[in-house]
């Protein structure tokens, strides 16, 4: 089984920046893509970030490409999801996720694999 613990999230103002993290331990060893989506009261888990394994390729939705940036460290088996100039509208739970394989289709939440239990980012005007 594969464990995946995020931290970072809280309650911030419209324009500030957080960063999450999400540490993966358990059975998991390589080639495996990470990323995050997120959960807004009432709406549909969407994606928001994903990176290969190696790094050289990552995933944003329109909605925060420019303002977050995705990254990873092999070596602690953990991603990094940096949010910056956070919008209201950006206030979710923010689930880690990792897919076996090729980050590629990472938006699909069928083939996700494991998920963690979510942290909290909560945007104020």
């Known amino acids: 089984q594969v464990q995946l613990v995020e931290s970072g999230g809280g309650l911030v103002q419209a324009g500030d920046s957080l960063r999450l993290s999400c540490a993966a331990s358990?059975?998991?060893?390589?080639?495996?893509?990470m990323g995050w989506f997120r959960q807004a009261p009432g709406k549909e888990r969407e994606f928001v970030a994903a990176i290969s394994w190696s790094g050289d390729s990552t995933y944003y939705a329109d909605s925060v490409k420019g303002r977050f940036t995705i990254s990873r460290d092999n070596a602690k088996n953990t991603v990094y999801l940096q949010m910056n100039s956070l919008k209201p509208e950006d206030t979710a739970v923010y689930y880690c996720a990792v897919k076996l394989g090729s980050a590629r289709y990472f938006t699909d939440r069928n083939g996700i694999n494991y998920w963690g239990k979510g942290t909290l980012v909560t945007v104020s005007s």
């Open positions: 358990g059975r998991i060893f390589s080639n495996y893509a």
